[in-house]
């Protein structure tokens, strides 16, 4: 049996399904790979069981020989410890942006290659196209389902060698293609959660790893307003899972994360989604990846994300020639930008690349480093 051109990546849902399907449609010669990713905790949370039998049930109604293979050490290594490591610090990580650079296009494109491959195939929303002699991701058509902001980790080198089959497609024309191929995943729900650990309770298994630590929510100026079971649970702009009642001397507006002390184990909390304690204009980031190897310019405007599903914004790029590290400030102010999370740049619908965020100008970061608002 000759090797396959493609391996497809089918992680049991509609989107690698259909995938796995308009690449078998259109002739190439192709095999699927389940990666098992997370070892099974007993929770009895992980989906991993189920959804390997949906990629078997896919993999045999098209046609397709399905190879398994267990990257769960890798996983652990490569993603999950920087995730706890990263919680522990007072952060807020994107695994899932770790995860694409470090499994999917890491181990997953080295075990399609092992298995005689030059492509493999995902059922990610994003394009790629290449431009004098230069790979570029590109947004998907459909903006509501774009996952180019996971992606931005990606070079020339995983580009040159990734499909994106669904790249051009609505989700409901990816619906619609299931169901008239009569693929068992047509109505499946789309994952959510963590990347590979899947839906559950974020408190209770974050609590597995790091164990709750009560202390003190307090006002910016001080006022004591509650108790919280630790502070790496909690983001920046969380409302959720505060259990503030009421409190005298405050009106009943609702309470959000504006902050918080990882030294001193306090939450800081402020009213109101638009509370000026949770805006800035102005961020530092770690050293930027870029996708075409080099950045553009030393300095440049572009529109940035500093969350999936943000509406782009914006901003005037600087880099430091020395560390790579970029100065970024928005033509307007930004809601909760917050640490360790992603910024990603775009050209339109080309994405640049991006960086893990280090700081802001938000009134409490300043107050952190002593610098005057």
Same mark, same amino acid.
């Given at each position: 049996?000759?090797?396959?051109?493609?391996?497809?990546?089918?992680?049991?849902?509609?989107?690698?399904?259909?995938?796995?399907?308009?690449?078998?449609?259109?002739?190439?010669?192709?095999?699927?790979?389940?990666?098992?990713?997370?070892? +099974?905790?007993?929770?009895?949370?992980? %989906? @991993?069981? /189920?959804?390997?039998? $949906?990629?078997?049930?896919?993999?045999?109604? &098209? *046609?397709?020989?399905?190879?398994?293979?267990?990257?769960?050490?890798?996983?652990?290594?490569?993603?999950?410890?920087?995730?706890?490591?990263?919680?522990?610090?007072?952060?807020?990580?994107?695994?899932?942006?770790?995860?694409?650079?470090?499994?999917?296009?890491?181990?997953?494109?080295?075990?399609?290659?092992?298995?005689?491959?030059?492509?493999?195939?995902?059922?990610?929303?994003?394009?790629?196209?290449?431009? +004098?002699?230069?790979?570029?991701?590109? %947004? @998907?058509? /459909?903006?509501?389902? $774009?996952?180019?902001?996971?992606?931005?980790? &990606? *070079?020339?080198?995983?580009?040159?060698?990734?499909?994106?089959?669904?790249?051009?497609?609505?989700?409901?024309?990816?619906?619609?293609?299931?169901?008239?191929?009569?693929?068992?995943?047509?109505?499946?729900?789309?994952?959510?959660?963590?990347?590979?650990?899947?839906?559950?309770?974020?408190?209770?298994?974050?609590?597995?790893?790091?164990?709750?630590?009560?202390?003190?929510?307090?006002?910016?100026?001080?006022?004591?307003?509650?108790?919280?079971?630790?502070?790496?649970?909690?983001?920046?702009?969380?409302?959720?899972?505060?259990?503030?009642?009421?409190?005298?001397?405050?009106?009943?507006?609702?309470?959000?994360?504006?902050?918080?002390?990882?030294?001193?184990?306090?939450?800081?909390?402020?009213?109101?989604?638009?509370?000026?304690?949770?805006?800035?204009?102005?961020?530092?980031?770690?050293?930027?990846?870029?996708?075409?190897?080099?950045?553009?310019?030393?300095?440049?405007?572009?529109?940035?994300?500093?969350?999936?599903?943000?509406?782009?914004?914006?901003?005037?790029?600087?880099?430091?020639?020395?560390?790579?590290?970029?100065?970024?400030?928005?033509?307007?102010?930004?809601?909760?930008?917050?640490?360790?999370?992603?910024?990603?740049?775009?050209?339109?619908?080309?994405?640049?690349?991006?960086?893990?965020?280090?700081?802001?100008?938000?009134?409490?970061?300043?107050?952190?480093?002593?610098?005057?608002?």
């Amino acid at each position: 049996m000759s090797a396959p051109e493609v391996i497809v990546g089918m992680s049991g849902g509609v989107d690698s399904s259909v995938a796995a399907l308009l690449l078998r449609d259109s002739g190439v010669s192709l095999a699927g790979l389940f990666m098992q990713n997370w070892a +099974d905790d007993g929770s009895g949370d992980c %989906r @991993a069981e /189920d959804d390997r039998r $949906d990629a078997v049930a896919v993999s045999g109604r &098209l *046609g397709l020989p399905i190879h398994f293979r267990d990257f769960s050490g890798e996983y652990w290594a490569g993603v999950f410890e920087h995730f706890i490591a990263e919680y522990a610090a007072g952060r807020t990580p994107n695994p899932d942006v770790l995860c694409n650079r470090e499994i999917k296009f890491k181990h997953f494109l080295d075990a399609a290659r092992d298995l005689g491959a030059a492509k493999i195939a995902t059922g990610h929303y994003a394009r790629v196209d290449a431009v +004098d002699g230069r790979w570029r991701l590109l %947004r @998907a058509r /459909d903006r509501n389902k $774009d996952q180019s902001y996971f992606l931005h980790q &990606l *070079g020339q080198a995983q580009l040159a060698a990734t499909l994106f089959p669904l790249g051009e497609l609505p989700k409901t024309d990816v619906r619609d293609l299931a169901r008239a191929a009569g693929l068992p995943t047509a109505e499946k729900k789309d994952s959510t959660g963590i990347c590979f650990i899947g839906e559950r309770d974020f408190r209770s298994f974050l609590g597995q790893y790091l164990p709750a630590r009560e202390g003190e929510m307090r006002t910016p100026d001080g006022h004591r307003v509650g108790t919280h079971p630790g502070v790496f649970y909690f983001t920046l702009g969380q409302r959720e899972g505060l259990q503030i009642g009421g409190v005298r001397g405050f009106d009943a507006a609702p309470w959000y994360v504006v902050g918080k002390d990882v030294g001193d184990n306090v939450l800081y909390v402020a009213q109101g989604a638009d509370t000026p304690w949770l805006q800035s204009t102005w961020l530092r980031s770690e050293p930027a990846h870029w996708i075409a190897g080099d950045p553009p310019a030393p300095r440049f405007r572009c529109t940035a994300q500093t969350r999936y599903r943000q509406h782009e914004e914006s901003c005037e790029v600087t880099i430091d020639a020395n560390t790579g590290q970029l100065d970024v400030r928005f033509d307007r102010p930004q809601r909760a930008v917050t640490p360790g999370q992603s910024l990603v740049l775009y050209d339109g619908d080309v994405c640049l690349g991006g960086a893990v965020i280090a700081a802001t100008d938000a009134p409490l970061e300043l107050r952190a480093r002593g610098v005057a608002a």
